[in-house]
Nanobody
Framework: VQLVESGGGLVQPGGSLRLSCAAS????????MNWYRQAPGKERELVAD????????NYADSVKGRFTISRDNAKKTVYLQMDSLKPEDTAKYYC????????????WGQGTQVTVSS
């Protein structure tokens, strides 16, 4: 099983980034996909989740209206479009997958750093 994030980097306040998470080794299409983030000295927090392609999404209040989660089941990839970035969005962002069924599993990526600074 692999979850490989990409797309992080340094961006100025007000800028945009698009994170990608490429999945392999499990049934992606039926899995709940999540983006978490963790800033230094803070607990890891759920940023956004998506149940199925074109289906239900949820966002943390701090990112509503600025971030958009989406997925492409054919490419086994989940995305996080981040617009109007703020310095407080600076964190390491992690992709997370929760498989469905009687033997549900949870998987994590290695994370990608997002730094918002002028």
């Amino acid at each position: 099983v692999q979850l490989v994030e990409s797309g992080g980097g340094l961006v100025q306040p007000g800028g945009s980034l698009r994170l990608s998470c490429a999945a392999s080794g499990f049934t992606f299409s039926s899995s709940v996909m999540n983006w978490y983030r963790q800033a230094p000295g803070k607990e890891r927090e759920l940023v956004a989740d998506i149940i199925t392609a074109g289906g239900s999404t949820n966002y943390a209040d701090s990112v509503k209206g600025r971030f958009t989660i989406s997925r492409d089941n054919a490419k086994k990839t989940v995305y996080l479009q981040m617009d109007s970035l703020k310095p407080e969005d600076t964190a390491k962002y992690y992709c997370n997958a929760i498989t469905r069924g009687p033997f549900s599993r949870q998987y994590w990526g290695q994370g990608t750093q997002v730094t918002v600074s002028s």
